[in-house]
């Protein structure tokens, strides 16, 4: 053991494994790589001390204190810490105090550290605004109830929000290797083994808290030997003993743990949302499970009976009219047994609604409600009380009494005039709906019918105007509804005007706000910082305007496909090759801004003038350019080349989660290159003269040490789940120029005389570009995909024609049809003649300058990833 003070010996003594284990710098803590992995802001903005307010968010375990208390280890500044339990106004205006003394002494700003930060109420988290906005503390909040809901708006929108998950299994096992093997605070003295099981265990138990898995470690350890007396002269057991730990004694000092559910917090309402959706989802197994974790966690049975009733309805509805019933039943039933027996109960009613047909029809009344705040129209005179004023003002004049008709039935306007024609309910295909959809449908048909009738021998509507859109005539075209409606799309929905339900105005407000598409969580959040806003708006600007025609605008769209298929995620890690253009490198900054950005430029210019437009953001917040140098190869990567541009990324610790690639291929070659490198980069080898290298601690990283290449071990530098993105151009689908001479220079009049010369060129054409010798056109988007897929990767290819409008100029046209240059001019000039071609150079010349052309390209869209 080391030496230590008699202070520090006592210390260990007294304070907990939890306590004495708690990591001092970034590399020994464990977890939460979305918020500490290499390269994420918060590791870069603790590595060069320049934190701005945040609020640490998550289950209890997760690290928010331990992270606290490493940035503490770490920073300059002076660092206060508060419990928000145990103290109240006066600490606070303590802190500010000495906040403003150091500020005032020594120039140096305070972090204030509160734990529990949502246990203040509003008047005490006021107190603290002032100063968090003018700079003198800079807030570090740690809570375990969502900051959005208990802590004030105000804090929140100037703090980043970094959201922690519990471990996971490989995290706890790290933290307890940790624990056995560090000889000064754990128990690397000591010999310490499990019985097969034992360890996996508490691991599991922990459920996620690394400060339950210490303590359940440091109780089984410690009450194994006879008597623990480890500072003790002897230490007692002695050193090397063997300490063997059985499954018995481990389930013993770790008992089970109470499900993490807190009736006020987010877990209740995740959890009976995660309840509802699997009842909404027809999952019976899954209604179960979550039904079980909120009867196992306390939860009130009449509240769980209360959202059924109301799925009863929202949910299954008119598709099975006796849910409502079959609920009420098993809540009544269970207030005569109570538990435990009633858990019967609620799981009848729970099976029923999860087995029963959907349908969530009842949702027309929002859409009702939706037009009533719009507008607040008239009853329409025939449906007006006649009993009071119908001699005197005509009320209730031209109603058809239903029950005076065949079937108790008669077509008649019931919606007021301005809402004539608008449908609000579509019974579904399911259940007790199906049997009733046909009459519905069907007396809708003629209701509207007889009311179009009487509109059109009064206004005379054209059968133009009846078949615009619902914005254009206030209504929905009604024969057209129905007529979709007998069929069903892709996704089981019912066909309309729409594409969809057609109530699925109100629907796709409230629960598509952004997409159906399952996405995975976001863990971070930063205030909008307008001054950023207004350098990225600039540098977006800037790359556009020197564009031509709608290039910018064709631009866009590859740009916005790109980063769709990316799944960007606020702490993503990219990297951008061939940044210079910009494309890419503002958008996907913006769009990961507690990640980071890197692009590699094609020339050092290019990175000028990316880092002119970057010198307005923050340094925390500025793209990390590189120009990949003029040794690399235009066309492709060779594997060396690509490691070399990581690792000089890794030198500045980064990682990344996502790579960005516009139009890498420009032949077959280039295209196995950059497959032989992202195979290759899992497992790099080394030359075979390079000497072995030692590794590098990546905490000197942080410090700003300087590495050179023989100093700097190869670490794989693409994070877990990492995914490439390609747009590549496909040359041999691209414009034909007889296609382009036939369709945008000549007119039907005057092709004929060309039209034998556009022919042969057409067939050459095809040839041409059909030519698997040549590698420019040996390959398409289904070669670039089985390439990648022979490596073991997974691909996800999707292919599309682009128009771009753009000038053509005289020296491109020579370019192209000069036979002793250009390979497509001399196969052009051998199928037609030099004479006969000429007069299509001819045409083109002579249209150039006067003509944008619409220039077809196809453009495939790659996702790379691991199998």
């Not at 997760?62 to 103290?87: C, D, P, Q």
């Not at 099975?320 to 207030?335: M, R, Y």
């Not at 939706?370 to 009320?395: M, T, Y």
């Not at 030692?694 to 290449?709: F, L, M, Q, R």
Request: with cysteine; glycine share 6%.
């Amino acid at each position: 053991m080391s030496e230590n003070s008699l202070f520090e010996q006592i210390k260990l003594t007294q304070e907990p494994l939890a306590a004495r284990m708690r990591p001092r710098n970034l590399d020994e803590y464990i977890g939460q790589d979305h918020i500490v992995g290499k390269g994420r802001l918060l590791r870069r903005a603790i590595a060069a001390d320049q934190l701005t307010s945040i609020i640490f968010y998550g289950p209890p375990g997760s690290g928010k204190t331990t992270l606290a208390r490493v940035i503490a280890n770490h920073t300059k500044s002076n660092f206060l810490t508060l419990n928000a339990v145990l103290t109240g106004v006066q600490n606070i205006r303590d802190s500010i105090k000495q906040a403003e003394d150091y500020y005032n002494l020594y120039s140096q700003r305070t972090i204030l550290f509160v734990d529990e930060v949502h246990r203040w109420n509003k008047s005490q988290q006021d107190a603290l605004l002032p100063w968090v906005e003018n700079g003198t503390i800079i807030l570090i909040g740690a809570t375990t109830e969502n900051p959005f809901f208990e802590v004030n708006k105000a804090l929140v929108s100037r703090s980043r929000v970094f959201q922690l998950k519990p471990l996971t299994y490989n995290d706890l096992e790290k933290a307890a290797h940790q624990a056995l093997t560090d000889v000064d605070r754990g128990y690397g003295h000591w010999k310490v083994e499990f019985e097969e099981g034992a360890l996996e265990h508490l691991i599991e138990t922990a459920n996620g808290d690394a400060r339950s898995l210490l303590n359940a470690l440091e109780l089984a350890i410690e009450t194994t030997p006879e008597k623990w007396s480890p500072y003790s002269d002897p230490p007692v057991p002695a050193y090397g003993t063997k300490i063997y730990i059985s499954k018995e004694a481990a389930e013993e000092s770790i008992q089970k743990k109470v499900v993490l559910y807190d009736r006020d917090g987010d877990y209740h309402y995740d959890i009976i949302s995660a309840f509802i959706k699997s009842l909404r989802g027809r999952d019976p197994d899954a209604a179960c499970y979550w039904l079980a974790r909120m009867v196992a966690a306390g939860e009130d049975p009449h509240f769980i009976f209360r959202r059924m009733l109301i799925s009863a309805c929202e949910d299954t509805g008119l598709a099975d009219p006796n849910a409502i019933t079959v609920v009420e039943s098993c809540a009544n039933a269970f207030d005569r047994v109570g538990m435990p027996e009633g858990r019967y109960f609620l799981t009848h009613a729970a099976l029923y609604l999860a087995t029963a047909p959907k349908s969530n029809s009842s949702m027309a009344f929002f859409d009702a409600l939706a037009s009533v705040e719009k507008e607040d129209s008239e009853v329409p005179n025939h449906l007006r009380d006649n009993n009071r004023d119908a001699e005197g003002f005509g009320h209730g004049a031209g109603y058809l009494y239903p029950h005076a008709y065949r079937d108790h039935w008669v077509a008649q306007q019931y919606l007021p005039d301005t809402l004539s024609g608008r449908v609000f309910y579509n019974p579904s295909t399911q259940g007790y709906e199906a049997t009733i959809r046909d009459g519905v449908l069907s007396r809708r048909e003629l209701q509207i019918a007889a009311i179009l009738e009487k509109t059109q021998s009064h206004e005379q509507y054209t059968s133009d105007e009846l078949a615009s859109s619902p914005e254009e005539t206030g209504s929905i075209n009604i024969f057209r509804q129905i007529k979709a409606s007998a069929g069903a799309n892709d996704d089981g929905l019912e066909k309309s005007e729409y594409g969809e339900n057609p109530i699925s105005e109100w629907w796709v407000n409230e629960h598509f706000k952004s997409g159906n598409k399952k996405k995975e969580e976001n863990l971070t959040f930063s205030p909008k910082d307008p001054a950023k806003e207004v350098v990225f708006n600039r540098a977006d600007r800037f790359w556009q305007q020197r564009l031509d025609s709608n290039r910018a605008e064709v631009l866009l769209g590859i740009r916005d496909t790109m980063t769709s298929m990316a799944e960007l995620l606020r702490h993503h890690r990219s990297l951008i090759w061939n940044a210079d253009s910009g494309l890419l490198l503002w958008e996907i900054a913006r769009k990961t801004p507690e990640g980071v950005t890197c692009g590699v430029c094609r020339t050092e210019q290019g990175k000028q003038i990316l880092e002119q437009y970057g010198r307005t953001l923050g340094s925390l917040d500025r793209p990390i350019l590189q120009h990949r140098g003029t040794s690399i190869s235009t066309d492709f990567l060779t594997q060396k080349d690509f490691y070399n541009i990581l690792v000089k990324f890794q030198y500045n610790g980064v990682i990344f989660d996502r790579l960005f690639f516009t139009d890498p291929f420009a032949s077959e070659p280039s295209i196995i290159a950059l497959a032989d490198c992202l195979s290759g980069i899992m497992t790099p080898q080394k030359d075979s003269d390079e000497p072995d290298t030692p590794s590098v601690p990546y905490a000197d990283i942080d410090k700003g040490v300087e590495k050179t290449g023989e100093d700097f071990a190869y670490e794989c530098p693409l994070a877990k789940n990492w995914k490439v993105i390609i747009s590549q151009k496909i040359p041999c689908h691209g414009q034909h120029i007889s296609e382009l001479v036939r369709k945008q220079i000549l007119s039907p009049d005057n092709l004929g005389q060309f039209r034998e010369t556009l022919d042969k060129m057409e067939a050459a054409e095809q040839e041409f570009f059909g030519d698997r010798d040549n590698q420019l056109f040996s390959w398409d988007s289904i070669f670039i995909a089985n390439l990648f897929r022979k490596r073991g990767f997974k691909v996800k290819v999707a292919s599309q024609i682009l128009t771009e409008k753009r000038r053509i100029t005289p020296s491109e046209i020579e370019k192209w049809f000069t036979p002793e240059s250009s390979a497509y001019g001399a196969k052009m000039s051998e199928a037609c003649g030099n004479a006969e071609l000429q007069k299509i150079v001819n045409l083109m010349l002579a249209a150039c300058d006067r003509t944008l052309f619409e220039w077809k390209s196809e453009v495939a869209f790659f996702t790379i990833e691991m199998s």
